[in-house]
């Protein structure tokens, strides 16, 4: 279990945890930086919306990226 911080909340999650909360979620269109969670890319601020159920102006994307990281989930920059 792993804590991170997102809008200065404090949060414990599991690789796992996070894999089961977004196996059931439909990726929304890959926009800026995305993350690859069970084999599928999401954007990042999808993924932070899910695992936190907070509001997307409240977190910034560097927030849900170092949490992901710290999970160890691979993170891919923005395709142009």
């Known amino acids: 279990m792993m804590r991170?911080?997102?809008?200065r909340q404090h949060f414990y999650f599991h690789a796992a945890e996070v894999e089961q909360a977004m196996n059931r979620t439909i990726p929304e269109p890959?926009?800026?930086t995305t993350v690859a969670i069970g084999?599928?890319?999401y954007p990042l601020?999808?993924?932070g919306?899910?695992?936190t159920?907070?509001?997307r102006r409240d977190f910034s994307v560097r927030e849900v990226?170092?949490?992901m990281r710290m999970?160890?989930?691979t993170i891919h920059p923005p395709v142009l």
Not at 4 to 7: D, G, L
């Open 4 to 7: 991170v911080t997102i809008a």
């Open 65 to 67: 990226e170092r949490a």
């Open 71 to 73: 999970l160890g989930f």
């Open 49 to 51: 919306a899910v695992l």
């Open 45 to 47: 601020m999808q993924v």
């Open 30 to 32: 890959l926009i800026g």
């Open 53 to 55: 159920r907070q509001d």
């Open 39 to 41: 084999g599928i890319r």
